[in-house]
């Protein structure tokens, strides 16, 4: 293993186990090496935060778990944002985030957004059980250049594709990708609604996003 596959791992599992301290020690031996800031950024910490993700997602970490892995995260990511290429910077994307109205679960939501920033977006969170006006609406106003929108149950998914409807009756569709994600989400689902994608989970939402949008 090199050293910067070791400082990666070793960033991404002071997130994993909610290190505060050592990450920071960990990105600034990063930086003093001169490796790519968006590299320790996506493939250390991010993928940490996924990492515990998983865990929350098979009930082995609490909700109380993953701020503490997000704000180990966020630690790291104060040392190694001020280091991102200043053509990632200028690159930046605007993305309009929440969970469909009729439903109260944003953990998956809460970590695409924390994915979505730490990648370089301005992400608008609506937060969730968001009416789907509200959707349409905060396209508009923020120029999106991306929406995502998650659900966890079956009940819901019919109201993502009554927001890309939405979108084509307010003459938006053309200028925003519609990206939707969930446990009962899949590229078929994505298919039938007129939406361009559909994402697994936090970290291919950011890759997906940057494909979509043609940001590199």
């Given amino acids: 293993m090199s050293e910067k596959e070791e400082l990666l791992k070793r960033l991404s599992d002071d997130v994993f186990e909610m290190d505060d301290e050592d990450v920071v020690e960990a990105a600034q031996a990063y930086i003093d090496n001169d490796y790519e800031a968006l590299d320790g950024i996506m493939e250390g910490l991010v993928d940490g935060m996924t990492r515990a993700g998983k865990m929350y997602e098979e009930e082995e970490y609490f909700v109380s778990d993953i701020l503490l892995c997000a704000d180990a995260m966020y630690a790291g990511v104060d040392v190694l944002k001020p280091h991102l290429d200043q ?16 439903d109260t679960h944003d953990i998956g939501k809460n970590l695409v957004k924390t994915m979505m920033e730490t990648g370089g977006y301005r992400v608008i969170d609506l937060g969730k ?88």
Wanted: charged share 25%; aromatic share 2%; hydrophobic share 40%.
């Fill in 87 to 102: 053509n990632t910077e200028a690159e930046e994307k605007v993305a309009v985030i929440g969970v469909i109205e009729g």
């Fill in 129 to 216: 059980d968001v009416p789907l006006q509200n959707f349409v609406d905060a396209v508009e106003k923020e120029h999106a250049d991306v929406l995502c929108m998650s659900t966890l149950m079956t009940t819901t998914m019919e109201g993502m594709g009554t927001v890309v409807n939405m979108l084509k009756e307010r003459g938006l569709r053309d200028s925003v990708k519609v990206m939707i994600g969930g446990a009962p989400i899949t590229q078929v689902f994505a298919d039938k609604i007129g939406a361009d994608t559909f994402s697994p989970n936090a970290v291919d939402a950011v890759h997906q996003a940057d494909r979509l949008t043609g940001r590199k």
